[in-house]
Nanobody
Framework: QVQLMESGGGSVQAGGSLRLSCVASRFTYCMGWFRQAPGKEREGVARITLDGSPDYTNSVKGRFTISKDNAKRTLYLQMHSLTPDDTAMYYC????????????????WGQGTQVTVSS
């Protein structure tokens, strides 16, 4: 079992920044961030492997950075140049094998943290 707890969400104006954190009971091979906007399907945002290799969905490339602190067992998502389209509930997730942004392959999920970007 892996327990995940997100924090760091909030309300910001367009162009602003936020950093999300996810404390994990342990890291798995692949850790990811997903988001779900009202009325939309959950989508993958970014993921990182155990050895630190990141990948991003196209819409956030150049704006978001995923990272992790092994000593603190904490996963981060640094978000810059936020737009109203980034408004969503953001979830931390973990999976044991493989590492892509297919949400159905992630076994463990946090409760989410809300990000709201106003124009």
């Amino acid at each position: 079992q892996v327990q995940l707890m997100e924090s760091g969400g909030g309300s910001v104006q367009a162009g602003g920044s936020l950093r999300l954190s996810c404390v994990a009971s342990r890291f798995t091979y692949c850790m990811g961030w997903f988001r779900q906007a009202p009325g939309k399907e959950r989508e993958g945002v970014a993921r990182i492997t155990l050895d630190g290799s990141p990948d991003y969905t196209n819409s956030v490339k150049g704006r978001f950075t995923i990272s992790k602190d092994n000593a603190k067992r904490t996963l981060y998502l640094q978000m810059h140049s936020l737009t109203p389209d980034d408004t969503a509930m953001y979830y931390c997730a973990a999976r044991g094998m493989g590492c892509d942004l297919d949400l159905f392959r992630y076994n463990y999920w946090g409760q989410g943290t809300q990000v709201t970007v106003s124009s």
